[in-house]
């Protein structure tokens, strides 16, 4: 796989790690993906690891990369999966999210996690944050009733680190971002102006790969449809899903 030049990154939109990356996975096409997104047991891996066996589009990376994980042996006898490390373990934070096509059909879910060190309850978070992708078996029903089913043979993280900055990928010096860092904690300590909440679906307008690595306040809270146009919110319930 030939070298992408300067400036050139693997920045894909949440619809295509779904619809092509791990559908293809899925269905067992396209085996050279596995150069871009190799398939490891994530969650035994600690995170700090991770980067060096991630695919050959994210080795230089220093912001997120990408993995596909089977299904875990306990899974298949009905258990929950262990997200368990050697030195830590990784907990899901927030609502679960849709997954959107351009076309405004549900084509997969989302779970975000946190990774904290030491054993639960009592870890200490860190700054190690993932998504974990599922995709749903087939088309969704338009309608949002009938209750998909997920697919559960693979599913698609993607693992960043929270910059603590506003912009993703922020290249300036770190002078530079401190400061604005400082600013926005000065203007945030003032009463607010602009009481809008932070929309945790994607779409095909929203939806992309790494626009969360500031870690906003209320970017985890639950899903404010309204400000998504055109985006129909399911009415099946989470648990319904079977996604432990």
């Known amino acids: 796989m030939e070298e992408l030049p300067p400036g050139v990154r693997f920045y894909p939109t949440e619809e295509e790690l779904v ?30 690891n991770l980067p060096k066996l991630a695919g050959e589009r994210c080795q230089a990376d220093t912001e997120q990369w990408f993995f596909f994980t089977p299904r875990q042996e306990r899974e298949l006898r009905g258990g929950r999966p ?20 351009s076309d405004n059909r549900v ?5 975000t996690m946190v990774f904290y060190k030491g054993k639960a309850p009592t870890g200490k978070k860190t700054k190690w944050k993932m998504h974990e992708y599922r995709a749903i ?34 290249r300036r010096p770190l002078e530079a971002a401190a400061r604005d860092t400082q600013l926005l904690r000065l203007t945030a300590a003032t009463p607010a102006q602009d009481t809008r909440t932070v929309d945790n ?4 307008e929203t939806s992309y ?19 998504v146009d055109g985006l129909v919110p399911p009415v099946w319930e989470w648990e319904q899903l079977n996604w432990p």
């Open 107 to 111: 084509i997969g879910v989302k779970k």
């Open 137 to 170: 078996d087939g088309v969704a029903d338009s309608s949002h009733t009938a209750v998909p089913m997920l697919r559960h043979e693979f599913s698609l993280c993607r693992v960043y680190v929270i910059s603590g900055s506003f912009r993703a990928f922020d």
């Open 201 to 204: 679906t994607s779409s095909s």
């Open 209 to 227: 790969s790494g626009g969360d690595h500031a870690d906003a306040s209320g970017a985890e809270g639950s899903a404010n449809w309204e400000m």
């Open 82 to 101: 262990s997200r368990t490390t050697v030195t830590g373990y990784w907990k899901a934070t927030g609502s679960p999210g849709y997954v959107y096509s």
């Open 19 to 48: 619809s092509f990356y791990l559908h293809n996975k899925l269905e067992g096409k396209r085996q050279e993906l596995d150069r871009v997104i190799p398939a490891i047991n994530f969650y035994n891996t600690e995170p700090w």
